[in-house]
């Protein structure tokens, strides 16, 4: 082969020769990676990709499981046409069945199961359930993706010090935190402040939001008896998680939703409040 025919170097040549100044940190890695994007050695797509893979081995399950009061669950004594409805309902692929309490997960329900039994059946889920996976709040990302891929496990059930379930995650959950997801314009999921009073005078509020704390604010008297998060409230009252901008009126106040998957709500607008008080 010609050597100088004038070929340019592959992308890894060039990222290669670049890393060559052996980064001593973290940090320094990142910078070298930056500068790669900045000389056009690394487009924006895949300096994001390697930058959620780094941040994997420093994020613990506890900051994106699902919480708890988000959870979409069956009970063990649910009848099959009311779990088909609910599974219709969500469209998951997967759900914690529990025995009483959401704090007794005896099993995980496939939805592709429920193609194989047959209403003329005696049914017993039980007969159906997969085993579950717990795993600690404290687990990083990078360890649970690899056990996810050793396993086959697509979901885990988080629990907390004393053995009490704080939520769940999926493998889509990780593998979102590495390459991202798409953000809009009313994401504001980084912010510190759960509520915050934008520039057309609206209080846009995270769903993680306590209960508590939004009743602070605005002077209302929800119950927190149940569920602890705004987020939690809604799911309760709709009985399913709402598809972006929606709205969602509880006891005359008006949320829209902002920000949700097939999973979650992240972010919410409450439209014209009763009264609001300073989130500062």
Known sequence: MDSSSGNKPGFFERLSSLLLREPEDREQLIQLLHSAHERNLLDADALAITEGALSASETSVRDVMVPRSQMSVVAIDDPLDEIVAFVNQTAHSRFPVIDGSRDNVIGILLAKDLLRMRSEDKFQLRDWLRPTVFIPESKRLNVLLREFRVSRNHMAVVVDEYAGVSGLIT??????????????????????????????????????????????????????????????????????????????????????????????????????????????
């Open 171 to 280: 493998i889509e959950d990780v593998l979102e935190q590495i390459v991202g997801n798409i953000e809009d314009e009313y994401d504001f999921d980084e912010a510190a402040d759960n509520i915050q009073l934008d520039h057309a005078g609206r209080y846009r509020v995270k769903a993680q939001t306590e209960i508590a704390d939004f009743n602070a604010v605005f002077g209302t008297n929800f119950s927190d008896e149940e569920y602890d998060t705004v987020g939690g409230l809604i799911l309760q009252h709709l009985g399913h998680v709402p598809t972006r901008s929606e709205m969602v009126d509880i006891d005359g106040t008006v949320f829209q939703v902002l920000r949700a998957d097939s999973r979650r709500i992240y972010t919410l607008l409450v439209a014209n409040p009763r009264y609001a008080g300073d989130t500062h």
